[in-house]
């Protein structure tokens, strides 16, 4: 079986080296000269709405899956109408907006922040001064790693701010003084059973994720489990889903969902049972579900713009690397490290070991 995947970023690349065992083969349509996936598939070297390489894409392909959720809407249409494609269009691209994602949640009683649609900078003001400040402002499409946003602390950010961002549709938020940030990576099969791992404590640097930690027991799991569960049968999904939430004194509140395999569950590639990665071509390529339980205390750390001395970490027991094959430039997610140890105590010392030998540039 050949599975089509739309992306070739490392998030492919992982989906393949999880397929390869169960002789899932892949092709990748990027419009990259070598995207890092290629090393494990075929690669369509072609722009996502180029109807030859979709064509091609279905032709070789049985199922088709998305590595990332801007891809054009048309291009998601003319690959479902020919073969089973997932996660279906419209979790394409009810998670690729802000506030259509935002309002798919109220509508399913996931509470979330305070939150406003801007089209113009009045619209800014008037929310600004219903919701107050701090808040934040963030483009409804587009965003990733902290960008396309901005925190507004005293009423003289606020001035600007519209065309600062690109005149392009926002979304408000008030700022939320949250404990710690959580999410919950979720797999449904094309039967409609549901799983899920562990929700996982995330600590982000610049707007980028730093460190993800799965807990065990997390007092907030099962209302976790549930929103995830409540979008995914809205959405008829099929696939992996992350859900990132903000943990305050009032419980959770949604931030976003993305509909693929996320950063924050790369940890289960050697931490669980079954890894998103792994539970993600299972669900698209219809087959049985796998476990997802935690295996041992472990964590992961993102290497972003250049990498750690190597021999130096792989010498802290329990570490395992992942170099994504990417040229290094500040601010780019080049691999991650896992970090997996019998106990709590040990893994902090290995955190901490291997921390300190990160040179991390975050642009
Ligand atoms: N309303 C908010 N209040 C406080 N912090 C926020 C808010 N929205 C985003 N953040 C912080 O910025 C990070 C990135 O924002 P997010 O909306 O998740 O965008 P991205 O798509 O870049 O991940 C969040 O993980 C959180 O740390
Ligand atoms: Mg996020």
Redesign the pocket.
């Known amino acids: 079986m050949r599975i089509g995947i739309v992306g070739g970023g490392q998030l492919g690349r992982m989906l393949a080296q999880a397929g390869a065992p169960l002789d899932l083969r892949f092709t990748f349509l990027d419009p990259g000269s070598e995207p890092c996936a290629a090393a494990h598939g075929e690669h369509l070297q072609a722009d996502w709405q180029d109807p030859a390489a979709l064509a091609a894409l279905t032709a070789n392909c049985d199922a088709i899956t998305f590595e990332f959720e801007n891809v054009p809407a048309e291009a998601v249409a003319r690959l479902a109408e020919q073969r089973p494609a997932f996660p279906p269009a419209q979790a394409l691209s009810t998670a690729r907006d802000r506030w259509l994602e935002k309002s798919l949640f109220r509508e399913l009683d996931i509470a979330v922040?305070p939150i406003a649609r801007i089209d113009s900078q009045a619209d800014l003001d008037a929310a600004v001064a219903e919701i107050g400040l701090p808040a934040?402002v963030?483009t409804r499409t587009l965003?990733?790693?902290?960008?396309g946003?901005k925190v507004m602390r005293e009423p003289a950010d606020v001035s600007g701010t519209f065309a600062e961002l690109g005149g392009v549709p926002l979304i408000l938020?008030?700022?939320?003084d949250?404990d710690h940030?959580i999410s919950v990576i979720a797999v449904r099969a094309r039967d409609g059973e549901i799983r899920h791992w562990p929700v996982v404590r995330n600590a982000?640097r610049q707007?980028i994720l730093h460190c993800s930690v799965p807990q065990v027991a997390h007092p907030l799991q099962a209302q976790a489990e549930d929103y995830a569960s409540r979008v995914m049968r809205e959405l008829d999904y099929v696939g992996v889903m992350a859900f990132?939430f903000f943990v305050t004194d009032a419980g959770l509140l949604a931030?976003?969902i993305a509909p693929r395999v996320h950063n924050s569950g790369h940890w289960s590639i050697e931490g669980a049972v079954t890894s998103q990665f792994e539970n993600h071509v299972r669900a698209v390529a219809g087959l049985p579900l796998g476990e997802t339980a935690r295996l041992a205390p472990c964590a992961m750390l993102n290497v972003i713009g250049a990498f750690p001395e190597r021999d130096a970490v792989l010498a802290v027991p329990g570490t395992r690397w992942h170099d994504y094959g990417k040229a290094p430039r500040p601010g780019r997610k080049i691999g991650h490290i896992t970090v997996l140890a019998a106990d709590d105590e040990t893994l902090a010392e290995r955190v901490a070991a291997v921390e300190a030998l990160l040179v991390n540039d975050l642009g």
């Open positions: 922040p934040v963030k965003g990733y790693d902290g960008k946003q938020e008030g700022f939320i949250f940030e982000h707007g990132e931030n976003e």
